[in-house]
């Protein structure tokens, strides 16, 4: 079964709304989550590493005001996106620091897609 | 930042022909170097990953070569097949927790 689960999957939003995706960890307690974000034909791009009771650590070029990162609980990150826009539309997953016994894999989650009209 | 104006590369290969899909990494402090696959609208779906330490990992169909003097890595699909399309991504990852790095990706296509 899944072990982060992401929600929605899929949202559909006008122009100037905001919008928050939520990552949650299922059976264990994640202090840390990343947010990747991807564009149509891009590669996954790292946006930023939530923080379980601190600030989250953004990347280079991403705005920390618009991408909103709250990490309030062991179990729950959220990304929101703040007035959003077109260019906003991509897909975003989150992705928990545990790896898969004895492999390289990190569990990810579904993934969000977001249109912004 | 994001790939602006960057476009997948294609690879085209005939179905049950061999594929090889190259990935040139970055660091050489990484760990654990993992091949993933996307298909449209999905998550990437774990194929198959190596420790530094090693040079060669087989699994089902697919083998994964590392070449750490020059940060290189690559994937070999066997006997491809139609539902071998989609895009392959190398990700790089220096274990604990650090988070994965996406190398751009490859579209491969498969030809009936």
């Known amino acids: 079964g899944a072990v982060v689960s992401q929600h929605p999957s899929r949202v559909i939003c006008k122009s100037g709304t905001s919008v928050k995706i939520e990552c949650r960890s299922l059976?264990?307690?994640?202090?840390?989550m990343f947010w990747y974000r991807q564009f149509p034909k891009q590669s996954l791009m790292l946006m930023a590493t939530?923080?379980?009771?601190?600030?989250?650590?953004?990347e280079q070029g991403v705005e920390k005001d618009k991408f909103l990162i709250n990490h309030a609980s062991l179990t729950l990150s959220t990304l929101t996106v703040t007035s959003a826009h077109p260019e906003d539309s991509s897909f975003y997953i989150c992705?928990?620091?545990?790896?898969?016994?004895?492999?390289?894999?990190?569990?990810f989650g579904e993934g969000s897609r977001l249109t912004v009209l | 930042g994001e790939n602006v104006g960057l476009h997948l590369p294609t690879l085209s290969v005939q179905e049950g022909d061999n594929s090889i899909i190259n990935c040139a990494y970055s660091?050489?402090?990484?760990?654990?170097f993992i091949w993933y696959k996307q298909e449209s609208g999905k998550g990437p779906q774990f194929i198959i990953d190596?420790?530094?330490?090693?040079d060669k990992r087989q699994g089902q169909r697919v083998t994964v070569l590392l070449n750490k003097t020059v940060k290189h890595l690559s994937l070999q699909i066997a006997a491809t097949q139609p539902g071998d399309s989609a895009v392959y991504f190398c990700?790089?990852?220096?274990?604990?927790?650090?988070?994965?790095?996406f190398g751009k990706g490859t579209r491969l296509s498969v030809i009936a």
């Open positions: 992705s928990a620091p545990l790896r898969k016994l004895n492999t390289g894999e990190l569990f």
């Open positions: 059976d264990f307690q994640a202090t840390t």
């Open positions: 939530s923080n379980e009771g601190s600030k989250a650590t953004y």
């Open positions: 660091n050489s402090a990484s760990d654990y």
């Open positions: 190596i420790r530094s330490n090693m």
């Open positions: 990700a790089e990852n220096q274990g604990g927790n650090t988070p994965l790095v």
